[in-house]
């Protein structure tokens, strides 16, 4: 959520900056309503506090033997309005938090303005891989394989989604340990958080009120609750409503969780098999941090993402998100964007997005300065570590022989049990 105080300092430049991301808005009526909502907050403190001065009077009335009926009468009226004030107040306050919960973040001044045109690549790793044979896209080999099974997924399911079979089904539990493994190495904390939530939990993260369509609801529960699209929904939560110490930043969380994304069904023809689907798999790095610290925890994050990818040794790029392309509720994302050769293209296997203080301003997270003793919002970092349904396919394309075996990347032999090679079923 903005802070009000920079749209009343300076609409006009909140207004340019949003434009950035294609978000038109205007904010005399907030404006309007901010200073109605100071004006009669200003009379109903007059109120209390002339109610406080009469009310303080009756007991030395009393004494004197003198009527307080007079008196009782008067703060009976002063009541009454206070009540129709705190009833105003509600009303404008509820008008002025509808309006800013529904505003998108404002993007960091380097962004370019625009969508997925203006996206750049900043980086590449390793080369795009050659074949001296006819190389087979991913949905053929990972049949061929055994490692996928979308028929009977189809059958018990439906469409956009899959069934992990045999050595697929190890291979996906081979890269979720890895990434485990690795993140532990840096001292992460590993949490498994609960995949339903409530409706609070979406509204903080950012996803609600603008995408309350695009997740799985509940049937038959009050309050309603939605399954998780992604663990950040359940880690910006983490400490919701807390005062955290400046000592204790940064907080590193990661979360393995499946995700849930009804949206999945739009997804185009070339998207087809595991490269979008309902449900996936992913672990999901976290970070609390200072407004000081946030943009070297931004650094960190990326680079983790990167290390996983690199490790695999997969060709990917890294590319810097215009302000359009950034979610609803960052001010900068990189994608880590892996290379789909049937596909001719690269599709992102982690995103890596820095809210500054627009996520906990929403969950009312914050840290006790040391310097001043005050309470200051944390900046909130995330970062996939990595998605899985991707990662797949990029594997067995890259590493695909002329056989039509696959070579399994050496920092997931130890969790294949020493296996090397995917071989296709007779």
Known sequence: MLDINLIKENPEKIKIALKKKGWETDFVSVLK?????????????????KRNQLSAQVPMLKKQGKDVEIIFKEVKEI??????????????????????????????????????ENNKAIRTFGKKPEFDFKPQNHIDL???????????????SGKGTWIYTGDGARLEWALLNFFVSEHLKDGYEFILPPHILNYESGLVAGQFPKFVEDV??????????????????????FHRDEVLSEADLPKKYFAYTPCYRCEAGSYRTEERGMIRGFQFNKVEMF?????????????????????????????????KLAAGDCSHSMARTYDIEVWIPSMNIYKEVSSASNARDYQARRGNIRFKEKATGKNKFCHILNASGLATARIIPAIVEQFQNADGSVNIPAVLVPFMNGQTVLKPKK
């Open 33 to 49: 309503q901010l200073e109605e909502k100071n004006e009669i907050s200003n009379k109903n403190d007059i109120l209390k506090s």
């Open 79 to 116: 009541n009454k309005q206070i009540e129709e004030f705190d009833e105003k107040l509600r009303v404008l306050s509820s008008k002025i938090f509808d309006f800013l919960s529904a505003l998108p973040n404002i993007p960091d001044e380097d962004l370019l303005a625009g969508g997925k």
């Open 142 to 156: 990972c049949e061929s394989l055994g490692l996928i099974d979308y028929a009977r997924a189809g059958k018990i």
């Open 216 to 237: 799985f609801w509940l049937e038959g529960t009050e309050p309603k609750k939605f399954i998780l699209p992604t663990a950040e929904t359940a880690l910006v939560n």
């Open 287 to 319: 970070q609390y941090t200072t407004p000081q610290t946030s943009d070297n925890a931004f650094e960190e994050l990326v680079g983790k993402a990167e290390s996983l990818v690199k490790q695999l040794g997969l060709h990917f790029q890294t590319s």
